[in-house]
Structure formats: C-alpha cells, structure tokens
C-alpha cells in the first residue's frame, strides 16, 4: 500500500482525537443477506453510504488491540483465522468494536495497492479466486465464534481534507457569496 504523505497525516490526525477506533483508508460493509450476512465491498459502501468494517492493510490502530488480538481473543478465533489464511482484519474489526462499542473511522484518500493483481484476493481473475465469498464465509463464521453476535458497528462518516476542493463544497449556496469573498487581502496567513 501506497499512502500520500499527507493523506497519512490526516489519518494520524484523525487517530490523535479517536485512538479507540480503527482509522483507515479502506472501508468495507456488512449487509443482511437470506443465508445470513455478505461482506461487500467499496460499491456497496458508496450505495449505501455506510461501512462498518475498516481493512487494516492501510489503518491506524491502538498497539493495545494488537496484544488482546494475540493473547486475549479466543483461541477458536485465531485458529479459524490460521486456518482459513484469511480474515485477519475481520476479526481485528470484531474484537476492536465488540471491546470498545466504536465506529471504525474512514479517512478518505488516494491510495496505490501494488498488490491488487497479484494478492489472494484475486489471483488475477477476480471471480475465480472467490475471494467475496471468502469473505463472506468469514464474516458469518466470526459471528457464530462471538457468540452468534454481531458487533460490527455501521458509520456514516468519510474524513477529508478541508484542502480538498472536488468534495469540500459549502453547504448551502448562500454560503459562495459568503462576507469574506471579496477580501482579498493576501497577507492573511492559516497557522496552526
């Protein structure tokens, strides 16, 4: 994973304020489904405007989840996760919103995943790899090891730049015509 750098200090900004949260730059949903609950991805996500589920191969997270992931969380999670040699971030998501009863956090970025074409997700034809219903399998598996319980938490919230001008629009249009937009005085500096 690629991350500009300043899209990174965003996100340690972000983790300054919620250190309890997952903060990240990828963000996946949960959905009902007839068999149970599907994990879906950035479409998805975009449609319903709601994730509940942050990948941890580009996040900020407390190191103390670290530790209650390896020496805390069931044995029967982490064997399921060795096992199926996926899920990991899954079950990071579970333990992290079923300790703390937080929203994961998505920092909206620019990210380059060098391994895209080439990682377990795909193995370079997307349908064949059956990584969605991996996934999904997974998803449904860690809600049976927690106790037939779900403690994904969906969000709405997407953190971006205030310097981002393709998103950071006023809210009203009363607001372009705002006391301030015809001074133009330039020696007028934004500090910290």
Known sequence: MRVPCVELELGQEVFRGSSQSIIGFMPRIHVRGAGGYIYRCWWRVWWYGAYSIILTKAAFLHHRYFHLYTNVMPEKIRKYVDD????????????????????PIYIKGHLTDLGVLNGISTSKNVIAAGHMDK??????ELVKLYDNKLPLIKSHIIIDAAANKWTNEPSTWWEYISSDLWNFDNTVEVTN
């Not at 199926?84 to 929203?103: H, K, P, W, Y």
């Not at 996934?135 to 449904?140: F, K, V």
């Open 84 to 103: 199926s040699r996926n899920c990991e971030d899954l079950a990071m998501q579970f333990l992290v919103s079923n300790i703390t009863g937080l929203r």
């Open 135 to 140: 996934r999904t399998d997974c998803l449904n």
